[in-house]
Structure formats: C-alpha cells, structure tokens
C-alpha cells in the first residue's frame, strides 16, 4: 500500500515512535511505551485492529498487511531496546553500589556572554585607557545620519534599495548600514562642548544590516565597532599609532599592521588597514590566504564635510574614525569557517569559543 493512502492515524503513530523511543531512557519507560504502542488494550496497535475491522472489505487486505508491518517493526525495535536497557543495568549492578556520597553534586548550567559580545567588550577595553569611551546609535536610523552626513553623495550606489533595508512607511528613515552615523551624532551632539573638552574620542560598537544573502562570509545583519578622534593638527601618523598599539594589545606584541590606500566618502585619505596574520605570523596560512596579512578594517582622516555638517570647524579642529567587522576578526582569531555559527546559537559552539577569550 502507497504510504499516502496509509490512514492518518497510523502515520502519525509511525511518524511519533522514533522520537517516543529516544526519549525512553531507563526500562520503566520503555514498558510504559510499549504499553502505549503495542499493549492489548488502549494502545495504537489496538486502535489500528479496530480501524481494520472497520475498513471497507476490499481494503482490509492492504491495511491489514500494512498494520502487521509496522506493529512487528515496533514489537522487534522495542525488544532489541529492551536487551540494551536489560544488559546497561547488569553493567551497573556489577560496578557495585555508583552511589557515591563525596561527588560534587552536578551545578546547573551557567550562562555567559556571547562570543561576539566578548570580543566588542574587550575592544573596548583596548581603546578605554586611550580615553574613548562608548557611544551608541540606533539601528533604524535617519537617512540624514546614515549617509548625508557622511558626504555620502545623493546618487552612491549604497543608498539604492538593492543594498539598504528601507521603511517603506516611514520615508528617510532606514536600518542603518554601519555604525558611521554615531560619528555624526555624537559630533552634533558633543560640538557644542568640543573647546572646554579639547577634543572628542569615542568607540561605537554596534549592529548595521544590509542586503546581503546568507553565506559563509556575509549575512543581513552583523557588527561592527567604529572609532573617532577629533582635536587639534590629527594626522595619519596618530590613526597609524593608535592602530598599531591596538592591535598590539588584541593580538599580541608582534601584531603589525599596514595601510593601503582605499575611498570612503567620509574621509580623505582614506584607507584600509591588514594586519600581519595572527595565526601564522605572516609566514602564509589558510587564514590570511597565504599573503601573510588579514583586512582589518577601514579608515582614514576625517572629511572636512563631516565635521562641517556637524558644526565644528574643519579650519581649527581635524580628526581620524576607523570601523571594522567584529565576525570578521572573531572569524580570524577563532578559526571559524562559518560566520553562521555566531548566529544558531548552538550551545556546542558556543561553549567552545575558547580563542575568543
Ligand atoms: N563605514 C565603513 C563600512 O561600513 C567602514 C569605515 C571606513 C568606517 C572608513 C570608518 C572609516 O570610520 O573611516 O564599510
């Protein structure tokens, strides 16, 4: 008989049995379940005999055959879990009484905090005693803050719709597509202060979300952490020192890093930043592709236009911002080759994610 013409009834059963077997762990259990499946009374073995006495005469045949069948299969399968079960508690009796009153007892499981969150938290901590503190945005940001504050021009490709999730109810309001728009505004905010404070340094820490597919490398929504100084004659040299001390303390004394030069419409130069590949030293690896050195992140000296837009003068006052991908350095420092399993929130990953500490 085709298993679609089966009655729902003993699909079902057939579909429930796997999982009510698993879920049997000791020899009580299992009687109780093949109570339930193949007992002479009540049991879904029983059910099946009376639907087969009810079936129309031409049927009974099929059916008939097709309920010997499974309720063999479950008398087999729950006898051979039954000698399994049996043999474990002949094992346990002979190790003697397991009950040992001197064991720990067992702790309930404690939480901690997500991998990615631990590597943000220790960015942080790299950046605090530099004297940047931690400001935050929205996620649903304003087009204003998102791109034109950033001389980002009216018609750059990253503003179409292909690559930017829109509200379609809420016009010029959208999620943002990185932490940049905190640079514009805390610079608002702070501009009014900037003198009396000679200056402003902050880190942004954060998610962006963008039209991405779903794949190894890329997702919808990520993290990243953005980074702004602003004061008096900042040049490359200070970004290029700051950098360098960072990652020193994020990876290590022999971290190095170099620039290339790149465009972001919010500064100018602009760069890119690699660092020499923490697992291998920049002797060549799987990790960094075999060229020794690992993107890092974007950067460059704040644009005149972006401190304009915010009110401070660019004459007197000049600064460097920097963001970068936090899956992409936890991806590198971790060794894992799937930016997805910092999203299931697998337990097994989870608590394995020892290279992040
Ligand atoms: N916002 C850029 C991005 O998402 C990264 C970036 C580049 C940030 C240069 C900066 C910067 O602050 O100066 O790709």
Request: net charge negative; with cysteine; proline share 8%.
């Amino acid at each position: 008989m085709e298993p679609s013409l089966l009655p729902v009834e003993i699909l079902e059963a057939q579909q429930d049995f796997p999982m009510a077997l698993a879920a049997c762990k000791d020899l009580d259990g299992l009687l109780r379940l093949k109570g339930a499946y193949i007992g002479r009374e009540g049991s879904h073995a029983a059910r099946l005999m009376e639907l087969l006495k009810a079936a129309p005469k031409e049927q009974k045949r099929e059916l008939g055959a097709a309920i010997n069948a499974l309720k063999n299969q479950w008398e087999e399968t729950i006898k051979a879990r039954q000698v399994e079960l049996e043999n474990a508690k002949k094992r346990a009796a002979a190790l003697g009484n397991t009950w040992d009153p001197d064991l720990p007892a067992p702790m309930p499981a404690q939480g901690s905090l997500h991998p990615l969150n631990r590597l943000i938290d220790r960015l942080v901590d790299v950046f605090r005693p530099l004297g940047y503190h931690v400001e935050e945005g929205p996620e649903a940001e304003t087009e204003a803050h998102n791109f034109d504050g950033l001389n980002i021009p009216v018609d750059h490709p990253a503003r179409g719709s292909a690559d930017t999730f829109y509200f379609e109810k809420h016009p010029g309001l959208l999620l943002r597509t990185h932490t940049s728009p905190v640079q514009v505004r805390t610079l608002l905010r702070l501009a009014p202060h900037i003198k009396e404070k000679g200056g402003i340094r902050f880190l942004a820490p954060g998610r962006v979300y963008r039209k991405d597919e779903i794949d190894p490398t890329h997702s919808p929504m990520f993290h990243q952490v953005e980074g702004m100084l602003v004061g008096h004659g900042v040049g490359m040299h200070h970004l290029k020192g700051t950098l360098a001390y960072a990652m020193k303390a994020l990876f290590g004394p022999g971290a190095d890093i170099r620039f290339r030069p790149s465009y972001f419409p919010f500064v100018e130069p602009g760069c890119e930043v690699d660092v020499r590949c923490p697992l291998c030293g920049g002797s060549g690896c799987r990790v960094c592709k075999q060229s020794g050195w690992v993107e890092l992140l974007g950067a460059g000296l704040v644009h005149p236009n972006v401190l304009e837009y915010a009110g401070i003068d660019p004459g007197e006052w000049s600064g460097f911002a920097f963001g970068m991908g936090v899956e992409r350095i936890a991806m590198m420092v971790s060794q894992t080759p799937d930016l997805r399993f910092f999203f299931e929130n697998d337990q097994r990953f989870l608590k394995t994610m020892g290279g992040l500490d």
